[in-house]
């Protein structure tokens, strides 16, 4: 064969060998940067803070108390021994200090279940994150979230003052929803027995039920009631109240308060715990809502000055948290 057919063939696969090469290196490239995200998904600051709560990820500790007042913040932070950190963003507060020998972070979400997406998620992308290039990293953190709140009774034998853990969050807000693979982590039976009970509207989002994390609800919660609670979507319609709008169910509260499930009943309303417990779960964190029952919306009963309390509950939560 001649001199120059050998060499065109030489030249032939030399060229399908540096095709191949290149197109496994696009492959790797691709891949790579496929596992990266987007700009506008993880989304920082100029001093690469965390986009809503201006945190950088050394400035969060494993053990995080979530409270919904700017002002409950300040005040269990003046509880810790020091304080290291203290960043404020519109509602989202934080500091971050020593309570003996544990280091803990309080942190506020304002209210609501819309909030709880945020703060939750930001948590965790400062935990596990990088945030310089979007890429996971490969041995996660579990984080600890014990909420603090307030809280509406909805049965007649649960006094004002009292405090109350949630066993069980029942979410009215369909937060989950919008997340993939969150089947395992609900309880379908519940929830469909108490959809059907209630005759609800296919116009609503259906009712999820996540429970608290087991070994927080036996170690931090040893010493309180527990309870299912209501996360409703709002503070009026949602929860049964009427102003100048009536509720689309003039009766809901009261079905609710008649509802059982094999022996339980749901005892309280608030905001946020579903979409906590929810996060938690699909995120591998743990989660665990003590409030204290400021209303009971059966009696009428309210307690005015609840400050006390909360400060007192404050004060439990620190001392379970820091063995």
Request: charged share 20%; aromatic share 10%; with cysteine.
């Given at each position: ?62 053990k995080i108390i979530i409270v919904g007042d700017p002002g409950r913040v300040e005040m269990i932070g003046q509880m810790l021994d020091s304080v290291r950190v203290r960043k404020s963003n519109r ?26 997406d945020i703060v939750v998620n930001e948590l965790d992308a400062l935990a596990n994150i990088d945030l310089k290039t979007g890429e996971i990293k490969e041995e996660p953190r579990s984080l600890t ?179």
């Amino acid at each position: 064969m001649p001199f120059f057919c050998q060499l065109t063939i030489f030249n032939s696969q030399l060229l399908s060998v540096l095709r191949k090469v290149a197109t496994y290196i696009f492959r790797i490239f691709a891949a790579h940067h496929s596992n990266q995200m987007k700009h506008t998904e993880l989304i920082t600051n100029p001093d690469g803070s965390i986009f809503h709560l201006h945190l950088l990820p050394d400035e969060i500790a494993e053990k995080i108390i979530i409270v919904g007042d700017p002002g409950r913040v300040e005040m269990i932070g003046q509880m810790l021994d020091s304080v290291r950190v203290r960043k404020s963003n519109r509602e989202f507060s934080t500091v971050t200090g020593s309570y003996r020998d544990s280091e803990i972070t309080v942190i506020s979400s304002g209210i609501g279940t819309d909030n709880i997406d945020i703060v939750v998620n930001e948590l965790d992308a400062l935990a596990n994150i990088d945030l310089k290039t979007g890429e996971i990293k490969e041995e996660p953190r579990s984080l600890t979230f014990i909420r603090i709140g307030t809280s509406g009774a909805l049965q007649a034998g649960i006094p004002t003052g009292s405090y109350l853990a949630t066993a069980k969050a029942i979410g009215f807000d369909g937060l989950i929803h919008f997340y993939e693979g969150y089947e395992w982590c609900i309880d379908h039976r519940f929830a469909d027995a108490l959809t059907e009970y209630l005759e609800w509207p296919d116009t609503l989002a259906y009712p999820y039920v996540v429970e608290a994390d087991q070994v927080l609800l036996e170690n931090i919660a040893s010493e309180f009631p527990k309870g299912i609670t209501i996360s409703a979507p709002g503070f009026y319609g949602p929860q049964g109240r009427r102003l100048r709008l009536e509720p689309f169910d003039s009766e809901l509260n009261d079905k609710i308060t008649s509802f059982q499930f094999m022996g339980q009943k749901i005892t309280n309303y608030e905001m946020e715990s579903s979409a906590i417990y929810g996060l938690s779960k699909l995120l591998n964190h743990k989660a665990l809502t003590i409030c204290v029952v400021i209303g009971n919306r059966v009696t009428g009963e309210f307690l005015d000055d609840y400050k006390p309390a909360i400060k007192d509950l404050a004060q439990k939560v620190l001392d379970a948290l820091s063995f």
